[in-house]
């Protein structure tokens, strides 16, 4: 079994907050070892928590026609959630539960290593650019170590407020050009900060 698929293995059984008592399946994620983009939803609703997959519910259908915008295919990306079981009546994540689930997401980082992490919603762009406001930041992105961070609206702010649409259609449309820039980004760009301090024994 690959790493990954052992960790989607440790997530199912995970027991770390009270969402486990609830749930019908966790929701790991899913998509390519190899992906260069990541997104990264909020939390599985109905759909999921039945399938066990993320975004399969009418929030996935819009995120698959988003990705079929820049010719991608889901299982071309990966796809994973700050949260990995639906809070009930799809209430918003409380903040111990935001805490507990981040280790499941930082070891998914580490193992897809994706060139780009895209933020799908609030509580998604809240791990990656704290204090900031959805509304303002959504469309930009930010480089660190060697890695594009960039805010969307969630697909699902789009099924309610038909007005987004067209600009999540809009911020979908950057990613190819982000992805050209990673990747002709120089190698020392790339190293994390911490090594190129290292290389000159700081
Ligand atoms: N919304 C999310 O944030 N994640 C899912 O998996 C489905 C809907």
């Not at 109905?46 to 010719?71: M, S, T, W, Y």
């Not at 930082?106 to 933020?119: A, D, F, G, K, N």
């Not at 762009?125 to 930009?140: C, E, N, R, V, Y």
Request: proline fraction near 6%; glycine fraction near 6%; aromatic fraction near 6%.
């Amino acid at each position: 079994m690959s790493a990954l698929n052992e960790l989607h293995e440790e997530i199912r059984h995970c027991q770390k907050c009270e969402l486990a008592r609830y749930r019908n399946r966790a929701v790991p994620g899913e998509g390519a070892e190899d992906a260069e983009i990541m997104f990264i939803g909020e939390a599985p609703g109905q759909h999921e928590d039945q399938q066990g997959r993320p975004f399969v519910g009418p929030a996935g259908k819009f995120l698959e026609e988003l990705l079929g915008l820049i010719n991608l295919k889901r299982q071309q990306v990966y796809i994973a959630n700050v949260i990995k079981c639906r809070p009930q009546g799809n209430r918003d994540p409380l903040l111990q539960e935001v805490i507990a689930c981040r280790p499941w997401l930082e070891r998914q980082i580490e193992l897809i290593s994706p060139q780009i992490i895209v933020t799908l919603g609030r509580y998604s762009m809240a791990l990656f650019f704290p204090q900031k406001s959805i509304g303002k930041i959504h469309g930009t992105a930010e480089k660190r170590d060697g890695v594009i961070y960039y805010a969307m609206y969630h697909p699902a702010a789009a099924l309610h407020q038909y007005s987004l649409k067209e600009t999540i259609k809009a911020d979908m449309l950057k990613i190819p050009q982000l992805l050209a820039q990673v990747k002709n980004m120089p190698e020392a760009e790339k190293e994390p900060e911490i090594k190129q301090l290292n290389m000159f024994g700081v």
